[in-house]
């Protein structure tokens, strides 16, 4: 979950935190960082929707042929 902490930094992390902020900040601080990941997750899926749908809405669409195309002059 933590990557290559291991315990013993996350326990140091957490009292850090604990002396920095307070105790009672830290849990406000929690819930703000929670947030904080939760709109980021959410924000996040939306662009990647949004990419695949124009994605696949362009594949779907037939080429158009535009004027200057070397296909349109006759000879």
């Given at each position: 979950?933590?990557?290559?902490?291991?315990?013993?930094?996350?326990?140091?992390?957490?009292?850090?935190?604990?002396?920095?902020?307070?105790?009672?900040?830290?849990?406000?601080?929690?819930?703000?960082?929670?947030?904080?990941?939760?709109?980021?997750?959410?924000?996040?899926?939306?662009?990647?929707?949004?990419?695949?749908?124009?994605?696949?809405?362009?594949?779907?669409?037939?080429?158009?042929?535009?004027?200057?195309d070397s296909k349109n002059h006759?000879?």
């Amino acid at each position: 979950m933590f990557g290559s902490l291991g315990i013993q930094e996350i326990l140091l992390i957490l009292v850090i935190a604990l002396l920095v902020f307070g105790p009672k900040r830290l849990p406000e601080l929690g819930k703000t960082v929670g947030r904080a990941l939760s709109e980021f997750r959410r924000a996040s899926s939306d662009l990647r929707s949004s990419l695949e749908n124009e994605v696949r809405r362009i594949g779907e669409e037939p080429k158009k042929i535009e004027p200057g195309d070397s296909k349109n002059h006759a000879g």
